[in-house]
């Protein structure tokens, strides 16, 4: 028969929004153990799985109209400590026609004990913001004149549906009948219960132990602090996320660069300061998409994008909010072996709004290969395993030509031009003591660009995770187009893949969008609290990431400044604003990187 062997959730603490999923191991009528579901829809052998979920909710019903839900509370009962049951009512009309009996009850409320105050409270619930079933904003009523009827504010609609399920022998209300559930508001404040049975498809009889698990009380989502666009053209005013009050004209446009931490990295080993229900990636995944789709950019390059997420969640969700997306996995040589799923592989995931452009080509850059052509062209025979093993570290980048859908500014001589962009988007090898490798596939990816950049004389984006610090070799040759030959980087070059030094080099003028605010002239509280998060000696921000252990500057936009000019950037954050042991992720952020957001305006093109 069939049978429960286990069962577990990734967080006893639901939140709103979040769907439950619970991990339940079942062993078949044919002894195979799996996780996979039973429905009764397709029972095995004349056996299923069947689900409920319950609330500790409270049916608040009317004190006059008993099979009718409440709407609304007398604020004068709760004060003068009435028994709540009696307190509701289900409309304005009910409680102005019971309002002679129910001054009474305020008259003798100072006098009489309430007895039957605590058990009617457990039955119908406390009058709180988190759910007794009502709403108390702006339900009350009024006894300024005591021979008057009251009058009420506002009979607003319940929270509760007016249809719900019958309550159980336990005080418990049904709520949910699959597998799995997302919590709404109405659960804040409550206990929720998971139960699963196996049982007999045709008497839908159980079979064995029901198997229990009851999670803790279902919280809101917390709410991150709102970050804004500051433009940089001096000006002291705060732009807003909505697109139709955000600073926009003629030629602009939005790029976001995020690594949103993957989940098969998101571990409690790795971050166990942060909460274990703010780490599973129920929660992860739907506070991360919240942000992003918060910042209504026009283009999104985003990090550690893990196959089997972009596939099921971020592709879809996306597609949802205008979104044409392009995926590049990482090769898997080394990345697989470390977390033992092919389908967690990640990678770097590129979405661009589909009224503001269209794809016109796509380049994938796989550095494993670039490594596999290093070696045999500039590595001796005997050195090439030992190469290859410092070089494959499986690392890529996805590089997009897209073509614009608004109007360009190229001018009255070039009316009808195409308006192409092409943006890079790029994790760079994480290991610190692996500079050579760094700086080498930056380098790569730099002639990649100047290439496209040859062939068509297009605006060039370079966003990503770079895994490098300001100042570093490979931040001084995204920067500066060059690395100084006594830079101290250039002391780890075991391979000798990095001489002559007088090679690092590139013809691109990339600038650091960020930069901008360093650069930027005016003054204001605003701008003076902008340039606090930057460092002055880089002109980059103090860090985009941010854990107990690291806190520092990785992540970067690059633009091509002859090209594009920047109007405004996504304002930064301090460590205070963060969380008060600020490191990520947490409860409010749900990576370890923080969003980096500029919105830029083409250049009308200069004839040559």
Same mark, same amino acid.
């Given at each position: 028969?069939?049978?429960?062997?286990?069962?577990?959730?990734?967080?006893?603490?639901?939140?709103?929004?979040?769907?439950?999923?619970?991990?339940?191991?079942?062993? !078949?009528?044919?002894?195979?153990?799996?996780?996979?579901?039973?429905?009764?829809?397709?029972?095995?052998?004349?056996?299923?799985?069947?689900?409920?979920?319950?609330?500790?909710?409270?049916?608040?019903?009317?004190?006059?109209?008993?099979?009718?839900?409440?709407?609304?509370?007398?604020?004068?009962?709760?004060?003068?400590?009435?028994?709540?049951?009696?307190?509701?009512?289900?409309?304005?009309?009910?409680?102005?026609?019971?309002?002679?009996?129910?001054?009474?009850?305020?008259?003798?409320?100072?006098?009489?004990?309430?007895?039957?105050?605590?058990?009617?409270?457990?039955?119908?619930?406390?009058?709180?913001?988190?759910?007794?079933?009502?709403?108390?904003?702006?339900?009350?009523?009024?006894?300024?004149?005591?021979?008057?009827?009251?009058?009420?504010?506002?009979?607003?609609?319940?929270?509760?549906?007016?249809?719900?399920?019958?309550?159980?022998?336990?005080?418990?209300?049904?709520?949910?009948?699959? !597998?799995?559930?997302?919590?709404?508001?109405?659960?804040?404040?409550?206990?929720?219960?998971?139960?699963?049975?196996?049982?007999?498809?045709?008497?839908?009889?159980?079979?064995?132990?029901?198997?229990?698990?009851?999670?803790?009380?279902?919280?809101?989502?917390?709410?991150?602090?709102?970050?804004?666009?500051? /433009?940089?053209?001096?000006?002291?005013?705060?732009?807003?996320?909505? /697109?139709?009050?955000?600073?926009?004209?003629?030629?602009?446009?939005? =790029?976001?660069?995020?690594?949103?931490?993957?989940?098969?990295?998101?571990?409690?080993?790795?971050?166990?300061?942060?909460?274990?229900?703010?780490?599973?990636?129920?929660?992860?995944?739907?506070?991360?998409?919240?942000?992003?789709?918060?910042?209504?950019?026009?283009?999104?390059?985003?990090?550690?994008?893990?196959?089997?997420?972009?596939?099921?969640?971020?592709?879809?969700?996306?597609?949802?909010?205008?979104?044409?997306?392009?995926?590049?996995?990482?090769?898997?040589?080394?990345?697989?072996?470390?977390?033992?799923?092919?389908?967690?592989?990640?990678?770097?995931?590129?979405?661009?709004?589909?009224?503001?452009?269209?794809?016109?080509?796509?380049?994938?850059?796989?550095?494993?290969?670039?490594?596999?052509?290093?070696?045999?062209?500039? =590595?001796?025979?005997?050195?090439?395993?030992?190469?290859?093993?410092?070089?494959?570290?499986?690392?890529?980048?996805?590089?997009?030509?897209?073509?614009?859908?608004?109007?360009?500014?190229?001018?009255?001589?070039?009316?009808?031009?195409?308006?192409?962009?092409?943006?890079?988007?790029?994790?760079?090898?994480?290991?610190?003591?692996?500079?050579?490798?760094?700086?080498?596939?930056?380098?790569?990816?730099?002639?990649?660009?100047?290439?496209?950049?040859?062939?068509?004389?297009?605006?060039?984006?370079?966003?990503?995770?770079?895994?490098?610090?300001?100042?570093?070799?490979?931040?001084?040759?995204?920067?500066?187009?060059?690395?100084?030959?006594?830079?101290?980087?250039?002391?780890?070059?075991?391979?000798?893949?990095?001489? /002559?030094?007088?090679?690092?080099?590139?013809?691109?003028?990339?600038?650091?969008?960020?930069?901008?605010?360093?650069?930027?002239?005016?003054?204001?509280?605003?701008?003076?609290?902008?340039?606090?998060?930057?460092?002055?000696?880089?002109?980059?921000?103090?860090?985009?990431?941010?854990?107990?252990?690291?806190?520092?500057?990785?992540?970067?936009?690059?633009?091509?400044?002859?090209?594009?000019?920047?109007?405004?950037?996504?304002?930064?954050?301090?460590?205070?604003?963060?969380?008060?042991?600020?490191?990520?992720?947490?409860?409010?952020?749900?990576?370890?990187?923080?969003?980096?957001?500029?919105?830029?305006?083409?250049?009308?093109?200069?004839?040559?």
């Amino acid at each position: 028969m069939l049978s429960v062997l286990r069962v577990h959730l990734p967080s006893e603490i639901p939140v709103i929004g979040c769907e439950i999923t619970p991990y339940v191991l079942l062993k !078949r009528p044919d002894n195979s153990i799996s996780n996979e579901d039973v429905p009764e829809s397709a029972p095995i052998n004349g056996y299923c799985m069947r689900y409920r979920v319950q609330s500790d909710q409270k049916f608040t019903v009317c004190s006059v109209h008993p099979t009718e839900q409440a709407t609304l509370q007398c604020l004068v009962c709760v004060k003068a400590k009435v028994p709540l049951a009696r307190s509701f009512h289900c409309t304005p009309t009910c409680f102005s026609d019971a309002w002679q009996h129910h001054r009474a009850l305020h008259e003798r409320a100072s006098t009489a004990s309430n007895e039957n105050g605590t058990e009617e409270e457990e039955m119908f619930g406390r009058f709180s913001s988190t759910g007794s079933g009502v709403k108390n904003a702006g339900i009350s009523a009024s006894t300024s004149n005591a021979g008057q009827s009251p009058s009420l504010t506002n009979a607003s609609t319940p929270i509760y549906p007016t249809t719900v399920a019958e309550r159980s022998g336990d005080g418990l209300f049904e709520v949910g009948r699959s !597998r799995t559930y997302t919590p709404t508001a109405d659960d804040i404040g409550h206990f929720l219960k998971f139960e699963c049975v196996a049982i007999d498809a045709e008497t839908k009889l159980p079979i064995g132990n029901t198997n229990t698990i009851m999670m803790s009380r279902v919280i809101p989502a917390p709410t991150p602090i709102p970050r804004r666009m500051i /433009p940089v053209n001096g000006v002291d005013v705060l732009g807003h996320m909505d /697109p139709d009050s955000r600073i926009a004209s003629s030629g602009t446009f939005s =790029i976001l660069s995020y690594n949103i931490l993957s989940d098969a990295y998101a571990t409690n080993e790795s971050y166990s300061y942060c909460p274990s229900w703010a780490l599973s990636w129920p929660y992860r995944r739907q506070n991360l998409l919240r942000e992003i789709i918060g910042y209504h950019a026009d283009i999104l390059c985003l990090q550690e994008v893990q196959s089997d997420h972009f596939e099921e969640f971020f592709a879809p969700e996306l597609d949802k909010h205008g979104y044409q997306a392009l995926y590049k996995k990482k090769t898997s040589e080394l990345v697989q072996v470390y977390i033992g799923n092919p389908n967690a592989v990640d990678g770097c995931a590129t979405f661009f709004r589909r009224d503001k452009f269209s794809h016109v080509k796509k380049y994938e850059v796989e550095f494993n290969k670039a490594a596999q052509s290093l070696t045999d062209a500039v =590595i001796q025979p005997s050195q090439k395993k030992v190469a290859l093993s410092r070089l494959i570290k499986d690392n890529i980048a996805l590089i997009v030509v897209l073509e614009a859908k608004f109007s360009s500014n190229q001018g009255a001589d070039n009316p009808g031009k195409r308006q192409l962009l092409c943006v890079a988007n790029t994790h760079v090898n994480v290991h610190q003591d692996h500079k050579d490798v760094k700086l080498w596939q930056v380098h790569t990816l730099l002639k990649g660009l100047e290439k496209i950049a040859v062939s068509a004389d297009i605006p060039m984006l370079v966003c990503g995770d770079f895994n490098s610090v300001p100042g570093s070799a490979p931040h001084a040759l995204l920067a500066m187009g060059k690395v100084d030959q006594l830079h101290p980087d250039l002391a780890v070059d075991p391979l000798g893949i990095l001489r /002559p030094a007088s090679k690092l080099t590139h013809q691109l003028p990339l600038v650091s969008a960020y930069s901008s605010f360093a650069r930027m002239m005016g003054i204001g509280h605003s701008l003076e609290r902008q340039r606090r998060r930057m460092d002055p000696t880089t002109n980059e921000p103090l860090f985009t990431n941010c854990t107990r252990d690291f806190i520092c500057t990785v992540d970067y936009i690059f633009y091509t400044a002859d090209s594009l000019t920047v109007e405004s950037l996504l304002e930064l954050l301090d460590e205070e604003s963060l969380r008060k042991d600020t490191a990520l992720p947490s409860a409010e952020w749900s990576s370890d990187h923080l969003a980096l957001l500029a919105e830029f305006r083409c250049k009308p093109r200069v004839r040559r």
